[in-house]
C-alpha cells in the first residue's frame, strides 16, 4: 500500500499538538524559559500545517506558495533553540537587542529571498512536480538555500554545546530536565539530515516535521515530567522581578549585564539598552566598590537617588557572584530604601539623647534635691542630739526623742528614694571589701533589739558554725538588706517574735553563698499579694499602708540588690500566720577579717608649718569652713564637746585668708559654698604646700551621698571624707585620727 497520500496527516497531527503546546503556554509565558519555547511550538506549528496545505494541493503553483509559507518557521526555528538554550543556562546577558538583530538578520535574508526567487535562482534554481497529488515538490537548491542551512546547523550546533556545558555543571534535576532538550534537538538534526542526503522513505518528503514531532512529544514530557519550565528558575525570575530592592547584575570589569525593574525605576532605565554598558554612566558612586577584589560581600554605603520626585536614601551592598567552580565572574549591587530606616534611627537617637538629658537632669537633681535636704537634716539631728544631752524634764526628752525619731525615718526615706532612682539609672554600684560576718550582721540586727524589747518580741539571731567569717563584699549593702527585712517583720508583729538565720547553701574555694532566712509571726500576707511585694511602691494592701506606714520601696530596693549579689529573694506567707523572707547572697573568701581603716602615713612637720601643737587628749585647732549658720553651730558645738579648739570661715575665700593668719591641725571642708567652694580652696591649699611644703588635713563635708563623690572628693586633693547627716561618732573618729598626725 502506498502511504504516501495519506503522509498529510502526521504533519497535520504535528502541527496540532505543537499549537496545543503553544496555547498551554501562552499563559505561563512570564517563567524562566517558557516564552522561547511557547515560539518554537508556534514555528513547529506553522511549518507543519503549511506542510500539511502543500501536500494536499495538486497544482503547482497552489504548492510552491505553501512551500514558501512554512519557511517563516523554518528558519526562525534555529534561533530560537538558541534563544532557549540561553535562557535556560543563565546566558540571558548575551540576548541584547543588538545581538538579537544580528541573529534575525540572516533568517529576515532568507525569507526575502524565498518570495523574489523568480527573480534570481538564488533559493532554488529549479521547481517542478513529479507526480501530481499528495506529494511534495522537487526542487533544486541554490547557493542561498546552503548558506541558509549552514547557518540553522551553527545555531544548532552552539545550543546543543550551550546545554551540553549546562549538563556538567547542573544539579541532577536540572541535569535530566537538559538532557530531555538535548533529545528534542536530536531529532530535527536526524530528521533534516536525512531528507538532505536523500535517504527519506518517501521520495522528496521532507522528514523534519516528524522530527519536531517527536522533538513536541520529548518537550510535553519534560514539561509535564520533568517541569522544562522549572520551578527553581521561575521562582527565581518572580523573586528578581518581585523584589523591592534594586538588583543590578555586573561583571568585572563593572558592565550591566542584567538589573530588575526595582533598580530600573530607581536609576530611571527602563531601556534594555542599558545593558552593556558601565555601570558607572548608571550609577557612579558604586564604580569603585564593584572593582573591588574583596571575595567578601561588604557594604555599609549610602547613596542619594531621586524616586518619584523625592530625594531618597539607599543602603548600596555589593556582593561576588561565584560561578560553578567558584571563580568570581561578577558582582551583585543590592539596593535597599533605608530612607524611613534612617529617619527612624535619627528620631531614636534624639529620643535617646533627650531621655539621657532627662536622666541626667534626674540625676542632677537628685544629687541637689540631696544636699538640700541633708544640710537642714545635718542641723535637726545634729542639734536633737545636743539637746538630749542636757539637763531636760521628761516631757521634754520624750518630744525630742520623738523629733529625733522621726528624722531617722525621714533620713531613711530620703535613703530609700535615691537608692531606687541610682537603681534606675544604673549607678549603683557594689563594693568589693574585707569585712566580718558575723559582728556586722549582730551589728545590723542589734539596731532592733531596743524596738522589739519594747513590743515584747523576741528577737533570735544565729549563724551557722560552717560558715567562714572572713569575707569580702559589699557589707553595707548586704546589712541594708537585712535590716530592711528585720525592719519590715517588726513593723508587722505585734506578738510573738522574729527569728534570723544566717545558713551556707554552698562553697567553692573563691567564695560563698549565704542563705538568709528572716521569719515572723506577724500578719502575714494574702496570697494575691506575695507575687508584687517586691515591685516598688507596692504593699500588701491599703489598710497597712494607713496603719503601718512606709513607701513600699524598702523590698523593692533588697531585690535589686540581692540580684545585684548574685542571689535571689522569695517569700513564703500564710495570712495571720507569719512570713518568711529569704534570700541569697554571693561573696568572696577572704584570708583574714577586714582590718583598722587604712589611713594615709602622716607626714612630718617641720615648726612653723600647719600640723599639731601636742599629743594632748583633746586641743586639736581646726578650721571649720561651712556657710550654713546652723551646720556651724552644730559642729561648733559637738567638737567643743570633745575639748577642740573651732575657728569659722563661711567660704573658701575665708578660708584661705584664716590659713594666712594662723596655723591649724585640721581643716572641716564644706564642698558647696559661694564665692568660692571647697574643691576650688583646696586646690589652691594643695597648691601652696607643693610650693611651702608640709601637708594639712582636710575632711570633706557634703550632703551628696551618690557613689564616687568619696572618689571624687579624693581625687581633689582631700583626704576623708564624711557626709551629712553628720553621724557625731564618725566625726569624733575622723577628727581625732587626722588631727593627731605622729611624728
Given at each position: 500500500?502506498?502511504?504516501?497520500?495519506?503522509?498529510?496527516?502526521?504533519?497535520?497531527?504535528?502541527?496540532?499538538?505543537?499549537?496545543?503546546?503553544?496555547?498551554?503556554?501562552?499563559?505561563?509565558?512570564?517563567?524562566a524559559g517558557a516564552e522561547p519555547l511557547m515560539f518554537i511550538f508556534l514555528e513547529v506549528a506553522?511549518?507543519?500545517?503549511?506542510?500539511?496545505?502543500?501536500?494536499?494541493?495538486?497544482?503547482?503553483?497552489?504548492?510552491?506558495?505553501?512551500?514558501?509559507?512554512?519557511?517563516?518557521?523554518?528558519?526562525?526555528?534555529?534561533?530560537?533553540?538558541?534563544?532557549?538554550?540561553?535562557?535556560?543556562s543563565g546566558l540571558s546577558r548575551w540576548l541584547t537587542t543588538s545581538n538579537l538583530a544580528l541573529?534575525?538578520?540572516?533568517?529576515?535574508?532568507?525569507?526575502?529571498?524565498?518570495?523574489?526567487?523568480?527573480?534570481?535562482?538564488?533559493?532554488?534554481?529549479?521547481?517542478?512536480?513529479?507526480?501530481?497529488?499528495?506529494?511534495?515538490?522537487?526542487?533544486?537548491?541554490?547557493?542561498?538555500?546552503?548558506?541558509?542551512?549552514?547557518?540553522?546547523?551553527?545555531?544548532?550546533?552552539?545550543?546543543?554545546?550551550?546545554?551540553?556545558?549546562?549538563?556538567?555543571?547542573?544539579?541532577?534535576?536540572?541535569?535530566?530536565?537538559?538532557?530531555?532538550?538535548?533529545?528534542?534537538?536530536?531529532?530535527p538534526w536526524l530528521g533534516n539530515g536525512l531528507f538532505l542526503a536523500g535517504y527519506s522513505p518517501?521520495?522528496?518528503?521532507?522528514?523534519?516535521?516528524?522530527?519536531?514531532?517527536?522533538?513536541?512529544?520529548?518537550?510535553?514530557?519534560?514539561?509535564?515530567?520533568?517541569?522544562?519550565?522549572?520551578?527553581?528558575?521561575?521562582?527565581?525570575?518572580?523573586?528578581?522581578?518581585?523584589?523591592?530592592?534594586?538588583?543590578?547584575?555586573?561583571?568585572?570589569?563593572?558592565?550591566?549585564?542584567?538589573?530588575?525593574?526595582?533598580?530600573?525605576?530607581?536609576?530611571?532605565?527602563?531601556?534594555?539598552?542599558?545593558?552593556?554598558?558601565?555601570?558607572?554612566?548608571?550609577?557612579?558612586?558604586?564604580?569603585?566598590?564593584?572593582?573591588?577584589?574583596?571575595?567578601?560581600?561588604?557594604?555599609?554605603?549610602?547613596?542619594?537617588?531621586?524616586?518619584?520626585?523625592?530625594?531618597?536614601?539607599?543602603?548600596?551592598?555589593?556582593?561576588?557572584?561565584?560561578?560553578?567552580?567558584?571563580?568570581?565572574?561578577?558582582?551583585?549591587?543590592?539596593?535597599?530604601?533605608?530612607?524611613?530606616?534612617?529617619?527612624?534611627?535619627?528620631?531614636?537617637?534624639?529620643?535617646?539623647?533627650?531621655?539621657?538629658?532627662?536622666?541626667?537632669?534626674?540625676?542632677?537633681?537628685?544629687?541637689?534635691?540631696?544636699?538640700?535636704?541633708?544640710?537642714?537634716?545635718?542641723?535637726?539631728?545634729?542639734?536633737?542630739?545636743?539637746?538630749?544631752?542636757?539637763?531636760?524634764?521628761?516631757?521634754?526628752?520624750?518630744?525630742?526623742?520623738?523629733?529625733?525619731?522621726?528624722?531617722?525615718?525621714?533620713?531613711?526615706?530620703?535613703?530609700?528614694?535615691?537608692?531606687?532612682?541610682?537603681?534606675?539609672?544604673?549607678?549603683?554600684?557594689?563594693?568589693?571589701?574585707?569585712?566580718?560576718?558575723?559582728?556586722?550582721?549582730?551589728?545590723?540586727?542589734?539596731?532592733?533589739?531596743?524596738?522589739?524589747?519594747?513590743?515584747?518580741?523576741?528577737?533570735?539571731?544565729?549563724?551557722?558554725?560552717?560558715?567562714?567569717?572572713?569575707?569580702?563584699?559589699?557589707?553595707?549593702?548586704?546589712?541594708?538588706?537585712?535590716?530592711?527585712?528585720?525592719?519590715?517583720?517588726?513593723?508587722?508583729?505585734?506578738?510573738?517574735?522574729?527569728?534570723?538565720?544566717?545558713?551556707?547553701?554552698?562553697?567553692?574555694?573563691?567564695?560563698?553563698?549565704?542563705?538568709?532566712?528572716?521569719?515572723?509571726?506577724?500578719?502575714?500576707?494574702?496570697?494575691?499579694?506575695?507575687?508584687?511585694?517586691?515591685?516598688?511602691?507596692?504593699?500588701?494592701?491599703?489598710?497597712?499602708?494607713?496603719?503601718?506606714?512606709?513607701?513600699?520601696?524598702?523590698?523593692?530596693?533588697?531585690?535589686?540588690?540581692?540580684?545585684?549579689?548574685?542571689?535571689?529573694?522569695?517569700?513564703?506567707?500564710?495570712?495571720?500566720?507569719?512570713?518568711?523572707?529569704?534570700?541569697?547572697?554571693?561573696?568572696?573568701?577572704?584570708?583574714?577579717?577586714?582590718?583598722?581603716?587604712?589611713?594615709?602615713?602622716?607626714?612630718?612637720?617641720?615648726?612653723?608649718?600647719?600640723?599639731?601643737?601636742?599629743?594632748?587628749?583633746?586641743?586639736?585647732?581646726?578650721?571649720?569652713?561651712?556657710?550654713?549658720?546652723?551646720?556651724?553651730?552644730?559642729?561648733?558645738?559637738?567638737?567643743?564637746?570633745?575639748?577642740?579648739?573651732?575657728?569659722?570661715?563661711?567660704?573658701?575665700?575665708?578660708?584661705?585668708?584664716?590659713?594666712?593668719?594662723?596655723?591649724?591641725?585640721?581643716?572641716?571642708?564644706?564642698?558647696?559654698?559661694?564665692?568660692?567652694?571647697?574643691?576650688?580652696?583646696?586646690?589652691?591649699?594643695?597648691?601652696?604646700?607643693?610650693?611651702?611644703?608640709?601637708?594639712?588635713?582636710?575632711?570633706?563635708?557634703?550632703?551628696?551621698?551618690?557613689?564616687?563623690?568619696?572618689?571624687?572628693?579624693?581625687?581633689?586633693?582631700?583626704?576623708?571624707?564624711?557626709?551629712?547627716?553628720?553621724?557625731?561618732?564618725?566625726?569624733?573618729?575622723?577628727?581625732?585620727?587626722?588631727?593627731?598626725?605622729?611624728?
Amino acid at each position: 500500500m502506498d502511504w504516501t497520500a495519506y503522509s498529510w496527516i502526521p504533519t497535520f497531527i504535528t502541527g496540532v499538538i505543537s499549537l496545543g503546546l503553544a496555547v498551554w503556554l501562552w499563559p505561563r509565558r512570564e517563567e524562566a524559559g517558557a516564552e522561547p519555547l511557547m515560539f518554537i511550538f508556534l514555528e513547529v506549528a506553522w511549518w507543519s500545517l503549511c506542510y500539511a496545505i502543500e501536500l494536499r494541493g495538486t497544482e503547482l503553483a497552489f504548492k510552491v506558495i505553501w512551500a514558501k509559507a512554512r519557511y517563516l518557521g523554518i528558519v526562525t526555528l534555529p534561533v530560537t533553540f538558541l534563544i532557549l538554550a540561553l535562557r535556560h543556562s543563565g546566558l540571558s546577558r548575551w540576548l541584547t537587542t543588538s545581538n538579537l538583530a544580528l541573529l534575525f538578520a540572516v533568517p529576515v535574508a532568507t525569507l526575502t529571498m524565498v518570495w523574489s526567487n523568480h527573480l534570481h535562482q538564488w533559493m532554488w534554481t529549479r521547481i517542478w512536480m513529479d507526480t501530481p497529488g499528495p506529494y511534495p515538490i522537487a526542487v533544486t537548491h541554490g547557493p542561498w538555500f546552503w548558506l541558509q542551512a549552514g547557518f540553522s546547523y551553527l545555531l544548532m550546533l552552539l545550543s546543543t554545546v550551550i546545554l551540553v556545558h549546562r549538563i556538567v555543571t547542573s544539579r541532577h534535576l536540572y541535569r535530566k530536565q537538559i538532557f530531555v532538550l538535548l533529545l528534542g534537538l536530536a531529532a530535527p538534526w536526524l530528521g533534516n539530515g536525512l531528507f538532505l542526503a536523500g535517504y527519506s522513505p518517501i521520495p522528496h518528503l521532507d522528514l523534519t516535521p516528524f522530527a519536531f514531532a517527536i522533538t513536541g512529544a520529548s518537550l510535553a514530557w519534560g514539561l509535564f515530567r520533568f517541569q522544562l519550565a522549572d520551578i527553581v528558575p521561575v521562582a527565581r525570575e518572580r523573586v528578581f522581578k518581585a523584589m523591592q530592592e534594586g538588583v543590578v547584575v555586573v561583571d568585572l570589569k563593572g558592565r550591566v549585564l542584567d538589573f530588575n525593574p526595582a533598580a530600573g525605576a530607581l536609576l530611571n532605565q527602563q531601556d534594555r539598552e542599558v545593558v552593556g554598558r558601565d555601570v558607572s554612566e548608571i550609577l557612579p558612586v558604586a564604580r569603585e566598590l564593584i572593582l573591588h577584589q574583596d571575595p567578601q560581600p561588604h557594604g555599609g554605603h549610602e547613596v542619594e537617588l531621586s524616586h518619584s520626585g523625592e530625594l531618597r536614601v539607599y543602603a548600596l551592598n555589593v556582593s561576588p557572584l561565584a560561578n560553578s567552580r567558584g571563580r568570581v565572574v561578577g558582582r551583585l549591587l543590592i539596593l535597599h530604601d533605608v530612607t524611613e530606616v534612617n529617619h527612624a534611627r535619627r528620631e531614636l537617637e534624639g529620643a535617646m539623647a533627650e531621655a539621657k538629658a532627662a536622666n541626667q537632669a534626674k540625676s542632677e537633681f537628685l544629687a541637689n534635691m540631696s544636699h538640700e535636704i541633708r544640710t537642714p537634716m545635718n542641723a535637726i539631728m545634729g542639734m536633737t542630739d545636743l539637746v538630749l544631752d542636757s539637763r531636760l524634764d521628761e516631757q521634754q526628752r520624750e518630744y525630742l526623742c520623738m523629733v529625733k525619731s522621726s528624722s531617722e525615718h525621714l533620713l531613711g526615706l530620703i535613703n530609700d528614694i535615691l537608692d531606687i532612682s541610682k537603681i534606675e539609672a544604673g549607678k549603683l554600684e557594689l563594693e568589693h571589701i574585707a569585712f566580718k560576718l558575723r559582728s556586722s550582721l549582730a551589728d545590723a540586727v542589734n539596731i532592733y533589739a531596743q524596738r522589739a524589747r519594747d513590743k515584747g518580741l523576741e528577737l533570735g539571731f544565729q549563724v551557722d558554725a560552717e560558715i567562714p567569717d572572713a569575707l569580702v563584699g559589699d557589707v553595707s549593702r548586704l546589712r541594708q538588706v537585712l535590716i530592711n527585712l528585720i525592719g519590715n517583720a517588726a513593723k508587722f508583729t505585734e506578738k510573738g517574735g522574729i527569728q534570723v538565720m544566717v545558713g551556707l547553701e554552698s562553697r567553692t574555694d573563691q567564695e560563698v553563698v549565704l542563705k538568709v532566712a528572716v521569719s515572723d509571726t506577724g500578719i502575714g500576707l494574702h496570697p494575691e499579694k506575695v507575687e508584687h511585694i517586691f515591685e516598688a511602691f507596692s504593699q500588701a494592701d491599703t489598710s497597712t499602708t494607713r496603719k503601718y506606714g512606709g513607701t513600699g520601696l524598702g523590698l523593692a530596693i533588697s531585690r535589686q540588690l540581692v540580684e545585684m549579689m548574685g542571689g535571689r529573694i522569695e517569700v513564703e506567707s500564710q495570712l495571720g500566720q507569719g512570713s518568711t523572707f529569704t534570700f541569697t547572697a554571693r561573696l568572696g573568701l577572704d584570708a583574714a577579717a577586714a582590718g583598722p581603716r587604712d589611713y594615709p602615713k602622716p607626714v612630718k612637720r617641720e615648726p612653723g608649718q600647719h600640723g599639731p601643737v601636742d599629743a594632748m587628749l583633746g586641743g586639736i585647732k581646726i578650721l571649720v569652713v561651712e556657710d550654713n549658720r546652723l551646720n556651724q553651730t552644730l559642729v561648733t558645738a559637738l567638737l567643743k564637746k570633745r575639748g577642740h579648739d573651732i575657728v569659722l570661715a563661711s567660704n573658701g575665700c575665708e578660708a584661705l585668708e584664716a590659713l594666712k593668719k594662723d596655723i591649724f591641725d585640721l581643716v572641716l571642708m564644706d564642698v558647696e559654698m559661694p564665692e568660692m567652694d571647697g574643691v576650688e580652696a583646696t586646690s589652691r591649699i594643695r597648691k601652696r604646700e607643693r610650693d611651702q611644703g608640709g601637708h594639712l588635713p582636710i575632711i570633706a563635708l557634703t550632703a551628696h551621698a551618690f557613689k564616687g563623690v568619696r572618689e571624687q572628693m579624693l581625687a581633689a586633693g582631700m583626704d576623708d571624707y564624711l557626709t551629712k547627716p553628720l553621724d557625731p561618732t564618725r566625726l569624733y573618729e575622723a577628727v581625732e585620727t587626722w588631727g593627731r598626725l605622729q611624728d
